[in-house]
């Protein structure tokens, strides 16, 4: 069966500081993978999808970035974290194809201070 | 621009009760849409799917019910349960883009 693996669980970071969140997907190939983030008592926002090695869409301009080295590994980053990086962070994946459910990891809380 | 809302932020029932959670979705080109759950703490957890060529799909204990003629997408689950507490989400899969959007989630709380 098919898992996904975040880490850390929960993060606290000093503004400015570097971050480097990681995702990884077990049992299953070629996956679609998507970064999420969630504020408190909020929905879910896109903010990066990739369809393979190396190809990163990126959904609304910020200050992090996403890379997939290995095509079950994404991660999302960033050079030097701002107060508004804090919340709760997604990695998902969904097989390829039309209408394919997405599936969650646990997440990262990640705090900024 | 298109959105996918809950009707009710917080829903709370009787334990064996059934529950009923309701989502409004605006655009007429999506079609596929999907239910989580998410508990405090974890990430969101796939319960049921339906795709826009059917109108209700059962799974163990809930049922979707699709009317796309009001855009409507509702989540039924029966003889509700303390461990069904948590917040759900409605999401629906843009044809054009593949992508899904989420609701703001309702939080359903199961009283004993």
């Known amino acids: 069966s098919q898992t996904i693996h975040q880490w850390p669980a929960t993060l606290v970071q000093p503004v400015g500081s570097p971050l480097s969140l990681e995702c990884t997907v077990e049992?299953?190939?070629?996956?679609?993978l998507y970064w999420y983030r969630q504020a408190a008592g909020r929905g879910l926002q896109l903010l990066f999808y990739s369809v393979g090695i190396g190809q990163i869409s990126s959904e609304v301009p910020q200050n992090l970035s996403a890379s997939r080295p290995q095509d079950r590994q994404f991660i999302l980053s960033s050079k030097k974290l701002l107060l508004s990086d804090s919340g709760f962070y997604l990695c998902a994946w969904s097989p390829r194809g039309s209408n394919q459910p997405q599936h969650f990891g646990d997440g990262t809380r990640l705090s900024i201070l | 621009g298109e959105s996918v809302g809950l009707h009710l932020p917080t829903l709370s029932v009787q334990e064996g009760d059934n529950s009923i959670i309701n989502c409004a979705y605006s655009n007429s080109a999506s079609d596929y849409f999907i239910w989580y759950k998410q508990e405090s703490g974890k990430g969101p957890q796939f319960i049921i799917d339906?795709?826009?060529?059917?109108n209700k799909r059962q799974g163990q204990r809930v049922t979707v019910l699709l009317n796309k003629t009001v855009k409507h997408l509702s989540l039924q689950i029966a003889a509700t349960q303390p461990g069904d507490s948590a917040v759900y989400f409605c999401?629906?899969?843009?044809?054009?883009?593949?992508?899904?959007?989420f609701g703001q989630g309702t939080t359903l709380q199961v009283k004993p």
């Open positions: 999401a629906e899969n843009m044809r054009a883009t593949g992508k899904l959007i």
């Open positions: 049992g299953t190939s070629n996956p679609n």
């Open positions: 339906i795709r826009s060529n059917m």
